[in-house]
């Protein structure tokens, strides 16, 4: 049977098409249902199509900054954005001077009720004027639509056009307002068609070389990208932009004069990578560096392409030689734990294979917030027989999957964090990451020590889930009740 109903799941029948165990023997096409609205009823994991343009993809540029148009929540949650640190460095040789300035600042419109009846143009412009003035260092600023705002048709396009040609900077409407789409994929796409009609072509990099590449999809998760770019550096590769990692806006606007794009987070900015394709003829290769043989894979693959085959050895050479003894270690202490694995959507499939390939663990259940069917097809593929692979978990699934399938670890993210806590589970985030970086060979020995320090933390040996304990507690809580209420408290 490769579609299942959870216990929990019994009052919300919907919920058995998006819960499937892996059997291979069945056709291709039986994935999970996906990219569709949450199941009404479900405590979704998911977040908005707001979040997926903000917090994925324009948060992590270094010199913009950022006005959310919104009442004050989105834009205080615009402010939590995920791990993605920038050096100072401007590819002209400039330091910009504001340290880290993506993860530090967020601005917003503050949108109220009256704003709500009377339209928040005017206030919009007026906060832009006003961050400009506060933080004249930006290059750039980028103004948002969130549900509030869209639904009363506030017109950032037309206030940005207009208050960009007063202070001489590019001011950027990104227009994925919450319910722009059932998940933050929506934001990105949004993110990728606007940055891309909007900025590329408008500008000239400083250089080029012949081996320019534009690397997409790579958001330096806790410095994943520094780990690729001494990669590409000891091969002799020119990372001409970034999209969007540690990137400049600058660099967006030159993104159609590199040789190459390759696309390393293969959800959220396919869109741009065939759009340089199809606009300025850019090839593009996907790319995947998470663990061990598809680094190796894939640098050689690089290597080819530039005939720098003998560099993208070395690279890996030089690696794998105090790598490998690291890791071997660690799988004596990893091997057969049972891990469940829960992120957006592609780390999903980057990460199966390496576990039970290199760490001779085992993938258990998998899940993703909002994967579509192409990257389900390759969770399907790499998982083995038996998985259970889900689509949007709700908050009680994430429970049913820990007590159903035993996982000795969680990969996930730290909504799902402390729950696997409190059920006496280990759980270290991949999203940001425990120690990162986690991608490359370095990464993925990271990953493996984090998993290591994990499971093998004594405090899991500290705590007693008793079920007579737990009945006993319950049944105390509520006699005192009864008694409190008959006391009249
Ligand atoms: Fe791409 Fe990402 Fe991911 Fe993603 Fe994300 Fe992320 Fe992720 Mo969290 S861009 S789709 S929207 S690889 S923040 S770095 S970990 S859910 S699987």
């Not at 919300?12 to 069945?26: G, L, V």
């Not at 549900?147 to 056009?161: E, K, Q």
């Not at 692979?389 to 709700?394: E, L, R």
Request: aromatic share 10%; hydrophobic share 35%.
């Amino acid at each position: 049977m490769p579609f299942d109903l959870f216990e929990v799941d019994k009052e919300i029948p919907e919920r058995k098409k998006h819960i499937y165990i892996k059997d291979s023997k069945d056709p291709k096409e039986h994935i999970p249902a996906c990219n569709t609205t949450t199941v009404p009823g479900c405590m979704t994991e998911r977040g908005c199509a707001f979040a997926g343009a903000k917090g994925v993809i324009t948060g992590a540029i270094k010199d913009a900054l950022h006005v959310v148009h919104s009442p004050v929540g989105c834009t205080a949650y615009a402010y939590g954005t995920k791990r993605y640190p920038t050096t100072p460095d401007m590819p002209n040789g400039d330091k910009f001077p504001i340290d880290n300035f993506n993860l530090k600042y967020i601005t917003g419109t503050d949108i109220r009720e009256s704003d709500v009846v009377f339209g928040g143009m005017d206030k919009l412009k007026k906060c832009i004027l006003e961050a400009n003035k506060e933080f004249p260092e930006a290059n750039a600023i980028y103004t948002y639509a969130t549900c509030t705002t869209g639904l009363i048709g506030d017109d950032i396009d037309a206030v940005s056009r207009e208050v960009a040609e007063e202070i001489g900077k590019d001011v950027i409407p990104i227009n994925a307002p919450g319910f722009a789409g059932p998940t933050q994929s929506k934001g990105h796409q949004v993110a990728n068609d606007t940055l891309f009609e909007t900025l590329v072509g408008t500008k000239e990099p400083p250089y080029t070389t012949e081996y320019d590449v534009n690397l997409i999809g790579e958001y330096n998760i806790d410095g994943d990208l520094w780990v690729l770019r001494e990669y590409f550096e000891e091969m002799g590769i020119n990372i001409l932009s970034t999209f969007s990692g540690d990137c400049c806006h600058d660099e967006i606007g030159w993104m159609h004069r590199a040789k190459l794009s390759l696309v390393r987070c293969q959800r959220s900015s396919n869109y741009i990578a065939k759009l340089l394709k199809e606009r300025y003829d850019i090839p593009y290769i996907k790319v995947d560096f998470f663990g061990v043989r598809y680094p190796t894979e894939n640098l050689r693959t690089l290597g080819e392409y530039f005939g720098k085959q003998e560099e993208a050895e070395k690279v890996i050479e030089s690696r794998m030689k105090w790598i490998r003894p690291e890791l071997d270690k660690l799988k004596e202490k990893l091997q057969g734990k049972k891990v469940w694995v829960f992120s957006g959507g592609p780390k999903n499939w980057h990460l199966p294979e390496p576990l039970e390939e290199e760490l001779g663990m085992e993938v258990v259940a998998v899940s993703t917030m909002f994967e579509h069917e192409d990257g389900y097809e390759k969770i399907k593929e790499r998982v083995g027989e038996n998985t259970v692979i889900i689509d949007d978990p709700n908050s009680l699934e994430a429970e049913e999957i820990i007590e159903k399938y035993k996982p000795d670890i969680v990969l996930s993210g730290v909504k799902e964090k402390y729950l696997a806590h409190k059920m006496g589970v280990p759980c270290i985030l991949i999203h940001s990451y425990e120690n990162g970086p986690y991608i490359g060979f370095e990464g993925f020995l990271n990953l493996a020590k984090d998993m290591y320090a994990a499971i093998y933390n004594p405090v899991w040996k500290l705590i007693e889930f008793e079920p007579e304990m737990e009945e006993e507690i319950s049944v105390k809580n509520e006699s005192e009740e009864e008694a409190e209420v008959s006391a009249g408290k």
